[in-house]
């Protein structure tokens, strides 16, 4: 997965291009709306240019996951004592500003199941919305295997 913050619209070479030129002329570089340093001093790939000014990104250490087509980091598993075979996490969508990832409000929960075909996941606001999104997404994929099961005997009365 690409980990350069979304905010930047330069490709690798014209940043590097960039970087060596303003390097040389002595150009800063910010970690926050007042503070900055030289760039020379900041490694090339700590720092992106945004909005007409390098800006220092944020070190951090989440992996990132895709959750029906939305980047979201995981936090901890939440305990629970429904009988089921799902395993909920609080989380939280990545959103980003000019200095890179902002840290995560973990206000969403994902629904995590696994099978011999991959693992599923689904996020709602609630775990009974998550479980209720991953239900639905799983039926989807297994409905198949679910109608033969549920539904035998009707299926031999046709």
């Known amino acids: 997965m690409n980990n350069r913050n979304p905010l930047a619209t330069q490709t690798i070479e014209e940043k590097n291009k960039q970087y060596a030129h303003d390097c040389a002329i002595n150009e800063h570089a910010y970690s926050d709306a007042t503070t900055s340093v030289p760039l020379r001093d900041v490694p090339v790939d700590k720092v992106e240019f945004i909005g007409g ?57 994902v629904a995590q199941y696994t099978t011999d075909n991959g693992t599923y996941l689904s996020y709602g606001k609630t775990i009974a919305e998550a479980r209720a999104f991953l239900g639905i997404r799983l039926y989807d994929k297994y409905m198949d295997v679910i109608h033969r099961i549920a539904c035998k005997n009707q299926i031999q009365k046709n």
């Open 53 to 109: 000014l390098w800006r220092i990104q944020n070190p951090h250490h989440y992996t990132i996951t895709i959750v029906r087509d939305r980047p979201m980091i995981l936090g901890d598993q939440i305990q629970h004592s429904e009988r089921t075979f799902f395993k909920y996490y609080r989380a939280g969508f990545v959103t980003y500003n000019c200095y890179g990832l902002l840290k995560p409000h973990f206000d969403m929960i």
